[in-house]
């Protein structure tokens, strides 16, 4: 499986982006996707995951309610909607794949997760 991430910019704050992870190869419904991001001398943080079969969404809480996510089976894409952008969601995105996710509790880590695409930079500015 092989992720490829796109659709970051520029924006000002409160503005929105919208980022894709086009999936190529077998996808599996039990797959989740997951998105995290990582600002210069930070830790890659967990924004998102999407559960590929059913397509249910969990959100780091400070990004809960100003983005969404979706994906489209037809494409193999997840979209990442971002509104409401702040300063301090500047960062670079990725995308990955979690093949065998936990079962009990959403995957929010970077080892939980096998595959990444690159990343996709996003820039909010004041």
């Known amino acids: 499986v092989q992720l490829q991430a796109s659709g970051g910019g520029s924006a000002q704050a409160g503005g929105s982006l919208r980022l894709s992870c086009s999936v190529s190869g077998r996808i599996v419904s039990e797959y989740t996707v997951g998105w995290f991001r990582q600002a210069p001398g930070k830790e890659r943080e967990f924004v998102a995951a999407i559960k590929w079969g059913d397509n249910i969404t969990f959100f780091q809480e400070s990004v809960l309610g100003r983005f969404f996510g979706s994906r489209d089976n037809a494409k193999n894409t997840v979209y990442l909607q971002m509104n409401g952008l702040k300063p301090e969601d500047t960062a670079t995105y990725y995308c990955?794949?979690?093949?065998?996710?936990?079962?009990?509790?959403?995957?929010?880590?970077?080892?939980?997760?096998?595959?990444w695409g690159q990343g996709t930079q996003v820039t909010v500015s004041s």
């Open positions: 990955a794949i979690a093949k065998r996710p936990r079962v009990s509790d959403w995957s929010t880590a970077k080892s939980d997760y096998d595959s």
